[in-house]
């Protein structure tokens, strides 16, 4: 259970600033006392290198780090500890799939699907990757609605399509794809599938076993932990046969002047000191997020999405984006007001302490689609409550009266 009244003390952020409204949770989460705390009691108690130390400090450290391994393969719904690859972040997690698979199995010629409402870090390594290898990139369409267009998937769903890379939620529009039918979509057509979970796993039950997709992606800085530490899911079938991104100490089983032999994944894709003490406190994430439950977060996220875009709608001038469906969207709302570049609303919230988002957030060819150069993005989570809402919404009508005098 969230306990609305209570949950902003968990957050010392909020001590050192407590008028502070911070609406930018996409970007990244405000930390708890239990993850900082991991964080420290790592560094004060248990503090030294992973896998190769003998003595009793560092096995302690390596089991710590196992563990968060493992509890992350559950919390995901992951078929063991060994799908679970550290990386620093997304970004990292995309790139590796980028280079380890696509580079070595697709040919000139070949495309990799992807969606007009890809954050760029789900776009430019496969651009990377399709320049040197001559593949061609292919961006499904949304719909008014801001949801994918279906005729567009199928139109270009075609045989040359090698690989689908998709994000599970949009982190400008809101927008849930429904990622378990989309993998089996593209799996009847024998296309793998890798999902951009950055805005899905902070806020809802992940379980990427039953969605059967072959790669998944996501950050800690997205929900709760430090930043520094991501994860990469990949299916067993990949584990053995992928060469390894990048090369180094703790990836290997042994070196000679002539040749290398690799460990076995996920050490594989772990090359040199990984951030220990981020992915231990992203256990503790993990721990605080379990202890609420994903579904009551899942709920509290969408009453405030729903209120919200009620609040939003009563503002003079305003444009919402994103779907309008509740069933179809997470916590995320992007708009614009007529007449203020969404820069001026950001800095103007701003002067009354409310953190919100302003720009393209990453997502370019979306908002050349959408038609404008950028947006201003609310982006709740647990902490969020109705109240930070309506100081959000009496800031805009304040904007706009000094504006527009109305
Ligand atoms: N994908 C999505 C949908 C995101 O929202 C973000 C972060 N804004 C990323 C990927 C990239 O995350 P990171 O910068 O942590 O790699």
Request: hydrophobic residues 40%.
């Amino acid at each position: 259970m969230i306990n609305k009244n209570t949950i902003k003390k968990d957050f010392p952020i909020f001590k050192a600033n407590p008028k502070l409204v911070y609406l930018d949770s996409a970007a990244t989460t405000q930390k708890p006392q239990a993850v900082i705390d991991a964080l420290v009691k790592h560094y004060e108690n248990t503090n030294a290198n992973i896998h190769r130390g003998i003595y009793e400090m560092s096995e302690q450290a390596t089991k710590h780090y196992e563990e968060a391994r493992a509890k992350i393969a559950r919390f995901i719904g992951a078929q063991g500890a060994r799908n679970i690859i550290f990386t620093r972040n997304t970004t990292e997690a995309v790139n590796l799939v980028a280079q380890s698979f696509a580079r070595h199995h697709l040919k000139a010629g070949d495309e990799i699907l992807l969606t007009v409402m890809e954050h760029h870090s789900n776009i430019v390594p496969w651009y990377l990757v399709a320049k040197e290898k001559k593949l061609k990139l292919r961006f499904v369409r949304i719909t008014s609605d801001g949801t994918l267009d279906p005729k567009d998937l199928v139109a270009k769903a075609t045989k040359k399509v090698k690989l689908a890379a998709f994000t599970h939620v949009s982190n400008v529009l809101g927008t849930v794809n429904p990622a378990r039918d989309l993998v089996s979509f593209f799996h009847a057509r024998g296309i793998p599938a890798l999902i951009d979970g950055a805005q899905a796993v902070p806020h809802m039950s992940v379980d990427v076993s039953a969605m059967d997709c072959d790669f998944y992606a996501f950050s800690g800085h997205k929900m709760l932990a430090p930043t520094g530490i991501g994860v990469l899911y990949m299916k067993d079938k990949y584990l053995g046969s992928l060469p390894p991104f990048l090369g180094g100490g703790e990836m290997i089983r042994s070196v000679s002047e002539t040749n290398v032999v690799f460990a076995d994944a996920p050490a594989k894709f772990e090359a040199g000191t990984p951030a220990i003490e981020a992915a231990i406190a992203l256990g503790a994430a993990v721990d605080y997020l379990e202890h609420i439950g994903m579904k009551n977060i899942e709920r509290h996220e969408k009453e405030l999405a729903q209120y919200t875009l009620e609040k939003l709608r009563q503002v003079p001038g305003v444009t919402v984006y994103g779907p309008t469906d509740m069933k179809r969207r997470s916590g995320a709302v992007a708009f614009n007001l007529k007449g203020i570049h969404p820069h001026d609303i950001a800095s103007l919230l701003d002067e009354q302490n409310i953190a919100v988002r302003a720009g393209n957030h990453c997502a370019m060819p979306l908002h050349k689609f959408l038609g404008v150069p950028a947006t201003c993005r609310i982006s709740p989570y647990i902490y969020n409550t109705k109240k930070d809402i309506g100081v959000l919404y009496d800031a805009l009508g304040d904007i706009n009266k000094t504006m527009f005098g109305s």
